[in-house]
C-alpha cells in the first residue's frame, strides 16, 4: 500500500501564491503517474495537475494552465504543486494520488492512494 501526505494549504489572497507538497511512502514502486486533484464543495473531484514518471511530461487542466507547476523530487519521493496567480475559484481541498495503470486517463478513477486533502482558500 501506497501512504501520501498532503501539506502546504492555507488561506491566501487573490493573486498570492502557495506550494503544496505531498510525502509518499510505502510500496510505491512501479508507479506511473503522481497528480494533483482538487474538489470544492458541492462539485466532483476534478484533476489539476499530472506528471509522468516514465516521461516526466506534465498535463495541466485548462484552468490552471501558466500559473500552476507539478513537479516532483525522487529521492524525497515527494511532489509539488506550485500555485501563483490564485484566484477564488481555486478555492477547493486538494488531494494528491498516483496511478499503477499503464494508460493511465486524467481522471480520478484511474488514480488512487489519496491523501487526506489540504485546504485552500482564496480569498478575494
Known amino acids: 500500500q501506497v501512504q501520501m501526505v498532503e501539506s502546504g494549504g492555507g488561506l491566501v489572497q487573490a493573486g498570492g501564491s502557495l506550494t503544496l507538497s505531498c510525502a509518499a511512502s510505502?510500496?510505491?514502486?512501479?508507479?506511473?503517474?503522481l497528480g494533483w486533484f482538487r474538489q470544492a464543495p458541492g462539485k466532483e473531484r476534478e484533476i489539476v495537475a499530472a506528471?509522468?514518471?516514465?516521461?516526466?511530461?506534465?498535463y495541466y487542466a485548462d484552468s490552471v494552465k501558466g500559473r500552476f507547476t507539478i513537479s516532483r523530487d525522487n529521492a524525497q519521493n515527494t511532489q509539488y504543486l506550485q500555485m501563483s496567480s490564485l484566484k477564488p475559484e481555486d478555492t477547493a481541498t486538494y488531494y494528491c494520488?498516483?496511478?499503477?495503470?499503464?494508460?493511465?486517463?486524467?481522471?480520478?478513477?484511474?488514480?488512487?492512494?489519496w491523501g487526506q486533502g489540504t485546504q485552500v482558500t482564496v480569498s478575494s
Open positions: 494520488a498516483n496511478t499503477f495503470v499503464h494508460n493511465w486517463r486524467r481522471t480520478p478513477s484511474d488514480f488512487g492512494s
Open positions: 510505502g510500496r510505491t514502486f512501479g508507479t506511473r503517474a
Open positions: 506528471i509522468s514518471l516514465y516521461d516526466d511530461r506534465q
